[in-house]
């Protein structure tokens, strides 16, 4: 988007499984001047963090998906910048600033157009005009912010985004008819970022409405990226990353609890879907799908499953993962000893294990990978 575009940094979902009490002053502090929530809630205890632990810089808080009855109170006590589309939004946020008898032009919102995603946001008709005639001179709310969200970014040649950025060049023009000049217009997320094609028409959109351009990148902050997608060629078993260069951000690791030798034909694990064909060595991990370890990487006589790193070496998962503990397999890794680290998600001496490879054996997208970490597992900056 050139240099004049700001970067909207998303710690929602408690930054992605990262913790977003840790993420959040860091990013703060590296001079992150906007930072993106879901709920009122993760909006407060990022407001509380930050107040914590980066007192210098204090970040507007975007709370992405609106608000409910009874949140506007924390909303505007903690200085959170909602995002609107429903005219309840706004008699809530009104309500709320009578109460406190705010002054006019006071309470900041951004408000979403749907631009084709059907999830949230306002059509760029006379539903958004009917909006925008709450923003009347007198009110304590201003138009701060216009956004929208793209729904195919990483699908190269969908022609979703085209679509969605013509309904919202539509919803500016109403926008500017009604003589409203947000100092904000975003949208794009680490998708669009690297696919790079709405962005900097997006940027002269709002350059030629005298705002701002500011865009929303999550996963890529934590160092992930989604494969390019295609509908011409869908079966294609190549899927370029978008980005190789991007490092994670994260690991997970553990340590070695217990070690057996069990002899051939003893199965391993509940429902005994896994029987050793010869004598093995065995390390048990404390960690299951309690902690986020997906069940899926799970490893049964007929379906091989996911590893862990030990020494440097692949460890594989064998049996089925459990709630709290989980069976690898250390045969090969002759000094394999008590108290070892087990890496689940990161590197050790030049292997790896990423989000992608658990979310490709859970069939699912490193996003449900790294948010489902679970709050039992420690986070530690280093
Ligand atoms: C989650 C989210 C983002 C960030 O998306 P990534 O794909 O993680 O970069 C941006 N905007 C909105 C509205 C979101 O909900």
């Not at 009874?70 to 009104?94: I, K, N, Q, R, Y």
């Not at 919803?171 to 680490?190: C, D």
């Not at 689940?344 to 970490?373: K, M, N, W």
Request: with cysteine; charged share 20%; aromatic share 4%.
């Amino acid at each position: 988007m050139g240099s004049t575009a700001e970067v909207l940094a998303v710690v929602k979902a408690d930054a992605y499984g990262h913790g977003a009490a840790v993420c959040a002053p860091l990013l703060a502090t590296a001079g992150a001047r906007w930072l993106g929530v879901t709920s009122v809630e993760e909006g407060v205890r990022v407001r509380e963090a930050c107040a914590e632990t980066a007192a210098d810089a204090s970040p507007s808080i975007l709370v992405m998906c609106g608000l409910w009855d009874g949140e506007a109170a924390d909303l505007v006590e903690h200085s959170l910048t909602p995002v609107v589309w429903e005219a309840f939004h706004l008699d809530l946020l009104e309500a709320e600033a009578g109460r406190r008898g705010l002054k006019r032009g006071s309470l900041p919102v951004h408000v979403e157009i749907d631009t084709g995603m059907a999830r949230q946001g306002v059509a760029a008709d006379h539903r958004l005009a009917s909006l925008l005639k709450r923003f009347t001179p007198d009110s304590a709310l201003r138009l701060e912010g216009v956004l929208t969200h793209f729904a195919s970014a990483e699908v190269v040649d969908s022609r979703q985004n085209s679509a969605q950025m013509t309904i919202l060049e539509r919803a500016l023009t109403i926008v500017a008819e009604h003589g409203l000049q947000p100092l904000w217009i975003h949208a794009g997320s680490s998708s669009t970022m690297d696919a790079g094609i709405e962005l900097p028409h997006i940027a002269k959109l709002a350059l030629a409405m005298g705002a701002r351009p500011m865009a929303r990148p999550g996963l890529a902050l934590y160092g992930y990226s989604l494969p390019l997608e295609s509908y011409g060629e869908r079966t294609s078993p190549h899927r370029p990353k978008l980005r190789n260069d991007l490092q994670p951000v994260l690991t997970w690791k553990t340590r070695i609890v217990s070690l057996r030798e069990i002899g051939a034909g003893s199965t391993i694990g509940y429902g005994g879907t896994f029987a050793a064909r010869q004598p093995m060595r065995l390390a048990l991990l404390p960690v299951g799908y309690a902690d986020g370890l997906r069940r899926e990487l799970s490893c049964s006589d007929r379906k091989p499953g996911g590893w862990v790193l030990i020494g440097g070496r692949r460890a594989p998962i064998v049996g089925r993962v459990s709630m709290d503990l989980t069976i690898v397999d250390v045969s090969a890794i002759a000094d394999a000893a008590l108290g070892d680290e087990a890496v689940l998600i990161g590197q050790q001496e030049g292997e790896s294990v990423t989000a992608d490879d658990h979310a490709r054996l859970a069939a699912t997208i490193p996003y449900e990978i790294l948010c489902g970490i679970s709050d039992r597992v420690p986070r530690v900056i280093v």
